[in-house]
């Protein structure tokens, strides 16, 4: 399956799975750095759409994945975010990030932060704005956690 047909099969997805309840609302796809980036409109499911904790969300996005590796699809990176949701909670993490940042600034202490990958990826991004910041994740799987020290250190 070469790319264009990847990216339709994504959108097409990612709309079945919209429509199944029962609305019809934009779905706009773009491919950029070898990602598929789907976003959905807002609309009165957003809730649903989205779960506690972005749980549905995420299902969403990996069920969209496992499609396109099962037919064998030239892109298999996918990233669905549902009313901006994912933009908006990327912006209130880092905004969030940069306290904990100026927070080891002023006190020299670690920050020990207990995030997912993509939220581990947000604070990395904006440690890049820090000369005297730097940013690892240690451990493993579930138990993976990012650690903001002073570049001295």
Do not use: C, P
């Amino acid at each position: 399956m070469n790319q264009q047909e990847s990216i339709a099969l994504a959108e097409k997805t990612v709309q079945d799975i919209v429509s199944f309840f029962g609305i019809n609302i934009g779905v706009e796809t773009t491919f950029e750095d070898g990602v598929i980036n789907i976003a959905v409109e807002s609309s009165e499911i957003n809730s649903l759409l989205i779960g506690r904790n972005a749980e549905t969300l995420r299902s969403i996005q990996s069920l969209v994945a496992s499609i396109l590796r099962t037919n064998d699809a030239s892109i298999q990176r996918v990233n669905v975010d549902i009313a901006d949701y994912k933009k908006q909670r990327a912006e209130q993490l880092a905004e969030k990030a940069r306290g904990w940042m100026e927070e080891v600034r002023r006190t020299g202490d670690s920050h020990v932060a207990d995030l997912n990958a993509a939220d581990r990826r947000v604070v990395h991004q904006v440690a890049t704005e820090y000369s005297d910041i730097r940013t690892f994740s240690e451990g493993e799987g579930r138990e993976r956690r990012l650690i903001i020290a002073q570049a001295s250190s």
